[in-house]
């Protein structure tokens, strides 16, 4: 089955640093191009960054310079390095793939929650 999981949320405070992990199967690692989103409560959903098969990263301007997309392809494993996080970055960040080129994500994972006080 294919799938994404993500990890590592949790709430901290302002300033602070968090790492996500979305693990994916090798069918969408290898296949698709992949991308954080977040949701915060009573907002639309937002992507955060993107990544190309070729690793080329697009961020948010709301995030660039504070976070930080990688891959560990040995582990078929997507992370999302956050840093001098801030109260409006709470949200439920989710992992999502989709075809690279194309509008819109195939798969997504549960999402994972991320707290930010102030």
């Known amino acids: 089955q294919e799938e994404l999981m993500e990890s590592g949320g949790g709430s901290v405070q302002s300033g602070g640093s968090l790492r996500l992990s979305c693990a994916a199967s090798k069918f969408i690692y290898r296949s698709y191009c992949m991308a954080w989103l977040r949701q915060a409560p009573g907002k639309e959903r937002e992507g955060v960054v993107t990544?190309?098969?070729?690793?080329?990263?697009s961020y948010a301007d709301s995030v660039k310079g504070r976070f930080t997309i990688s891959q560990d392809n040995a582990k078929n494993t997507l992370y999302l390095q956050m840093n001098s996080l801030k109260p409006e970055d709470t949200a439920m960040y989710f992992c999502?793939?989709?075809?690279?080129?194309?509008?819109?994500?195939?798969?997504w994972g549960q999402g994972t929650q991320v707290t930010v006080s102030s």
């Open positions: 999502a793939a989709g075809r690279c080129g194309y509008y819109g994500y195939d798969y």
């Open positions: 990544i190309d098969m070729d690793g080329t990263p």
